[in-house]
Nanobody, 123 residues
Framework: QVQVVESGGGLVQAGGSLRLSCTAS????????MAWFRQAPGKERELVSC???????IDADSVKGRLTISRDNAKSTIYLQMNRLKPEDTAIYYC?????????????????WGRGTQVTVDS
């Protein structure tokens, strides 16, 4: 049984930092693209960052230079280092995995999802 579990969310002041983690159990993430999406209140879910097996990434323009995705394949884990956080980063952050190694911004391209972790940035 595949489980994708996020952790590391919380409440932080604007300008602060958080690091999210996502571990996939029952799933070998070798040669699979993995991603972070987020959904703010009243808005659609959107891609934050995606990373493929070799470390290539695609990132939303709104997070470039502040939020950085990385992965540790040996631990079946990906991370999202979040720096210089803004109130508009407030959202539920979801981790997702594909069955292929190609990054995508489309939710429907991802097969496995976590339940999400709340990130709240207080101004």
């Amino acid at each position: 049984q595949v489980q994708v579990v996020e952790s590391g969310g919380g409440l932080v002041q604007a300008g602060g930092s958080l690091r999210l983690s996502c571990t996939a159990s029952g799933l070998i993430i070798d040669n699979r693209a993995m991603a972070w999406f987020r959904q703010a209140p009243g808005k659609e879910r959107e891609l934050v960052s995606c990373i493929n097996w070799s470390g290539g990434t695609i990132d939303a323009d709104s997070v470039k230079g502040r939020l950085t995705i990385s992965r540790d394949n040996a631990k079946s884990t990906i991370y999202l280092q979040m720096n210089r956080l803004k109130p508009e980063d407030t959202a539920i952050y979801y981790c997702a995995a594909r069955t292929t190694d190609y990054c995508s911004a489309r939710q429907t391209d991802f097969n496995y999802w976590g339940r999400g972790t709340q990130v709240t940035v207080d101004s």
